[in-house]
């Protein structure tokens, strides 16, 4: 039981740390970082635009999750490029850094948003993505976490980084928030 009460003890001391920063380092309150973001979303509804999400091993789970949630919750458009046949193929005949970056010049338009959940913010996959989302025109939100100084936290219009040095406790808390933006999101449209 102490072991599971750490654990959870863990995760909320790190959530209440999380550090939200705009333009690459002004900082926001987590609320107003989620406040901003659900903005964001709901122009992305309004103009019938799409919304990306993209991760690896567990945040590749995340990322499909979380478009299932935002297609039937929130009723906008939102897709995971986590498709086997798709990211293998790329992969294969491309370079693994570009599975998510291929997809996104094919599909991706201006005003779309790309969201990236990385634990270590810095997987060469999710780099190229947000590369390519810079030159698309994107807006795009990064999720990350271990070192303060990863890469992708200095990339996205909206960066979420939670101080944890471990994988379990960046990823249950990349989890909460991106469920807690969403209902955030659905309590203010309702």
């Given at each position: 039981m102490k072991y599971f009460k750490n654990y959870i003890n863990q995760i909320n001391t790190v959530l209440n740390k999380t550090i939200v920063t705009i333009n690459k380092n002004k900082e926001l309150t987590p609320n107003k970082g989620l406040k901003h973001w659900c903005d964001l979303t709901s122009q992305l509804k309004k103009k019938n635009k799409t919304m990306y999400l993209i991760g690896n091993g567990a945040s590749a789970m995340?990322?499909?999750h979380m478009a299932a949630d935002a297609s039937k919750n929130g009723q906008f458009r939102s897709h995971a490029f986590n498709d086997p046949a798709l990211?293998?193929?790329v992969s294969n005949d491309i370079?693994?850094?570009?599975?998510?970056?291929v997809p996104l010049q094919r599909f991706a338009n201006a005003g779309d948003i790309l969201v990236t959940i990385s634990s270590s913010g810095n997987s060469s996959n999710i780099i190229k993505a947000i590369e390519v989302a810079r030159k698309l025109?994107?807006?795009v939100i990064t999720l990350s976490g271990m070192k303060a100084d990863n890469r992708s936290r200095q990339m996205g219009d909206i960066n979420f980084y939670v101080p944890a040095k471990t994988y379990g406790i960046v990823e249950c808390s990349h989890q909460i928030?991106?469920?807690?933006?969403?209902?955030?999101?659905m309590d203010e449209c309702e």
């Open positions: 995340m990322a499909s990211m293998t193929a370079a693994y850094e570009e599975c998510f970056a025109k994107l807006n928030l991106l469920h807690c933006w969403l209902d955030k999101l």
